[in-house]
């Protein structure tokens, strides 16, 4: 079995001195690779750092909602520079969050435009976080033309899966999808178009049943293979494999 962790925070301080441990760990439940995801300067330089230091760890950078009051045209042109990057795979994580950003909307909005303007100009897909910020999150990406990019820890119902679906967005499943509570996203697994589905931790947050309280880490996306798994009738296996493939795929690594 070979499992892709499609977005991971090895870059966060809760993994800063025993990353190669960490990674051992993955590769010991079958996590082959990994995409390291940055959220505002800092992030975004340590995931590229750690994308060249390790060969099957790749690297996704953008400005998080949370930062996006910080995100000008100098950091742009960084960001622009760090696109062209051979392990760089992505653009992201970038999005909405109305939960606990203390950025205005109106703030997250012009920055959110900005970095999907961006990532079309560079071919790149981009990685959506999307926190009780469903309708603005989709209109947004509707107006934009978005058709190649992930919904990352997909959290919503089946209707909400069919809109990013057919927007041609992928939908990634974090630990939040082996929950025991989470039934419309249980449903939402189970709809899910098997070429259009991704798995990740989003660590060190959202550790998957049976390790839910813990810190998570990218070993652990084992957990939520084998919960999509249940939750769709199948094998962990088959799981894995089409997984990895479709991560493989938007990353633009099986070329």
């Given at each position: ?49 750690l994308a060249h230091k390790y060969d099957n760890l790749y690297a996704i ?139 990740e931790t989003d660590a060190p947050y959202l550790a998957p049943e049976p ?45």
């Open positions: 079995m070979k499992i892709f962790d499609s977005h991971t925070h090895l870059n966060d301080d809760a993994f800063r001195d025993n990353v190669d441990a960490y990674i051992e760990h993955a590769h010991r439940l079958g996590v082959d690779k990994m995409a390291i995801v940055g959220s505002n300067a800092e992030m975004n330089q340590e995931a590229v750092e950078v953008g400005w998080h909602p949370e930062d996006s009051l910080k995100y000008d045209d100098e950091q742009e042109a960084i960001l622009k520079e760090q696109l062209k990057d051979d392990k760089v795979v992505a653009l992201g994580e970038i999005g909405l969050d109305y939960f606990q950003s203390v950025a205005p909307k109106k703030c997250q909005f012009h920055v959110f435009r900005r970095q999907i303007r961006l990532a079309k100009a560079m071919n790149m897909p981009i990685s959506v976080h999307n926190r009780e910020a469903f309708e603005d999150t989709y209109k947004i990406l509707s107006e934009e033309g978005v058709h190649n990019g992930i919904i990352h820890s997909f959290n919503g119902d089946p209707e909400w899966l069919k809109k990013f679906i057919d927007l041609g967005m992928y939908v990634s499943y974090s630990g939040v999808a082996s929950f025991k509570k989470t039934h419309e996203v249980h449903d939402a697994v189970r709809q899910t178009p098997i070429d259009r589905m991704l798995v390790l839910r309280g813990h810190q998570n880490e990218p070993a652990y996306t084992l957990y939520t293979v084998e919960a999509v798994a249940r939750f769709r009738d199948t094998t962990p296996d088959k799981i894995a494999d089409a997984t990895y493939n479709n991560a493989m795929r938007i990353f633009g690594l099986d070329k």
